[in-house]
């Protein structure tokens, strides 16, 4: 845990857990729902990149709104601080208590409340899993507008908390779009009722976005309704290669042009992320296997039109290739193929995980100076570890990863503060879509004015006066005790 810079002390106005809490939670949710079991405490105390743990002696997993809103009242009056919990996979140490503070994690809010299919609109509770989400929605002929690697544990009420934005968002736009409304619980108990299924509404301040991607500070969500997208008929996926990233950024912005409305991914790897990836995945092979190139980016299309779409599709990468941006390319056969190409995307965080210790950056930068920061770093770095960059090209998002074998300080100092002074110098954002966490707390800085931290402190103020909700987390610890 050396790589955890964030130094920080328990908050001695919180108090700690005794067997007349036990007592309450157990009357309250039951036996089965109040866990001190150690095994699976270990579990939720640790975060997806073994990097950040903590000490929680309590989870807990309600059922029910009212369960939420009676745990949150009672913590409150009683000063036990809580970290709502999701999937737990988490990037920047959020969904992970530091010290003792009590879990409560929404895995058994689970259902499906109501899906209309002539609208699109569904409702259902927060601890659902984005992938079974997915499926309900393939089977009544629609899509979920977020789609992202880790959608086989993450809720979407950790999606909702952390404004997950992912691998559709150059087509779908982002949650703050998407989720019509949502129910949250806040820190005193009292339980806001915003499950709205309108597409408009302009009455009075729209409190729901305050609750996307907070990461669990102001409340606890617990119900959301989103706006969901149909499935289209036609899907195409291409797996191009690029000599260079003037070339991707290029490809980007003739796919935009080319493409058009039938453009829902545009992402991209480097030559270290694609070697990770064949190295430490099993079953994973190279689409384009005559040579390593120095980028990989994946497009793929969704229309309506099957020969149209593959068409529009394979003339524009006939002219990518005439012109020569794209040195080799494929376009999947099938589904098997495509999940294949999908699979060298998303597999990318997990070989990271396998190949040791690993230091994440998630920047949102303008396009065109985007890797000049991961070449910066290289240099800076020299042997002492690898950089990788890979990410959402089409949403200008880089995930910027230094992997080594095991962390190191040295490595650390080389990295911070230069990856956030470089961003903050071109006006981008130190956390694009995996949220600040534990990890970012104190860096808010780099990327907001000092006036409006201090208004997110007061709203936290307003919303948690004391504190009690996922502390020493999201806001700089001076606003956050
Ligand atoms: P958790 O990790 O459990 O929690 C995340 C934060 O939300 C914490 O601060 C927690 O306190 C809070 N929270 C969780 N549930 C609630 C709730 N019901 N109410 C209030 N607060 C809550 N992220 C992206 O944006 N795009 C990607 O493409 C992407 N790809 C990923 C790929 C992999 C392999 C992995 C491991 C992660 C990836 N992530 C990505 C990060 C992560 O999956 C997302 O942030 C996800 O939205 C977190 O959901 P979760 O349910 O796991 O939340």
Redesign the pocket.
């Known amino acids: 845990f050396s790589s955890v810079s964030t130094v920080v002390q328990r908050n001695p106005s919180f108090s700690t857990l005794n067997p007349d809490d036990i007592s309450y939670f157990k009357q309250l949710l039951g036996e089965k729902s109040v866990i001190q079991d150690e095994d699976r405490l270990e579990t939720v105390n640790t975060?997806?990149?073994h990097k950040y743990k903590g000490s929680s002696k309590l989870l807990l997993q309600p059922r029910t709104t009212e369960e939420v809103a009676q745990i949150l009242k009672y913590c409150n009056s009683r000063r036990l601080a809580v970290?709502?919990?999701?999937?737990?996979?988490?990037?920047?140490g959020?969904?992970v208590p530091v010290f003792d503070e009590v879990i409560v994690?929404?895995g058994s809010?689970n259902n499906i409340i109501s899906f209309d299919k002539v609208s699109g609109i569904l409702v259902c509770e927060?601890?659902c899993?984005?992938e079974n989400l997915i499926s309900f929605l393939d089977n009544q002929g629609f899509i979920m507008p977020?789609?992202?690697?880790?959608k086989g544990?993450?809720?979407?009420?950790?999606?909702?908390?952390?404004?997950?934005?992912?691998?559709r968002l150059v087509r779908y736009g982002s949650l703050h779009g998407n989720v019509l409304g949502l129910e949250?619980v806040l820190a005193n108990g009292d339980l806001l009722d915003m499950l709205g299924t309108l597409r408009k509404d302009n009455t009075g301040y729209d409190l729901k976005h305050l609750?996307i991607g907070?990461?669990?500070?102001l409340?606890?969500?617990?119900k959301v309704s989103i706006l969901t997208p149909p499935k289209l008929s036609s899907e195409n996926i291409a797996f191009l290669a690029c000599r260079d990233y003037s070339s991707c950024q290029k490809l980007l912005m003739e796919a935009k042009r080319k493409l058009g409305e039938i453009l829902s991914a545009f992402e991209f790897l480097d030559i270290q992320a694609m070697d990770l990836v064949l190295n430490h995945l099993d079953g994973v092979r190279n689409p384009l296997p005559a040579t390593m190139h120095n980028f990989y980016v994946l497009i793929e299309t969704t229309g309506s039109d099957e020969s149209y779409d593959r068409e529009k599709l394979e003339a524009f990468l006939l002219s990518s290739m005439e012109g020569g941006l794209v040195s080799d390319g494929v376009i999947a056969q099938d589904i098997n193929q495509a999940s294949s190409f999908w699979r060298i995307r998303?597999g990318?965080?997990?070989a990271l995980m396998k190949a040791g210790a690993v230091y994440k950056y998630?920047l949102s930068l303008p396009v065109e100076k985007m890797y000049d920061l991961v070449d910066d770093m290289r240099t800076r770095l020299g042997d002492l570890a690898r950089v990788i960059g890979y990410g959402?090209l089409g949403d200008g998002n880089l995930h910027l990863n230094v992997s080594a074998a095991q962390y190191d300080d040295k490595i650390l100092e080389q990295i911070e503060p230069y990856v956030y002074e470089w961003t903050s110098k071109h006006r981008g954002s130190i956390s694009?879509?995996?949220?600040l966490?534990l990890m970012k707390a104190n860096k808010i800085y780099y990327s907001k004015s000092p006036e409006t931290v201090k208004t997110m402190g007061s709203i936290k103020k307003l919303l948690d006066p004391n504190g009690i909700l996922?502390p020493y987390?999201?806001l700089p610890h001076s606003l956050n005790s």
């Open positions: 975060d997806w990149m970290v709502p919990q999701g999937g737990n996979t988490g990037l920047v959020g969904s994690n929404l809010m927060a601890g899993i984005l977020l789609d992202l690697g880790a544990s993450c809720q979407i009420g950790g999606n909702v908390s952390t404004n997950a934005g992912g691998l949250a609750f907070s990461e669990g500070s409340g606890i969500v617990t998303e990318v965080p997990e998630d959402h694009a879509e995996h949220g966490g996922n987390k999201v």
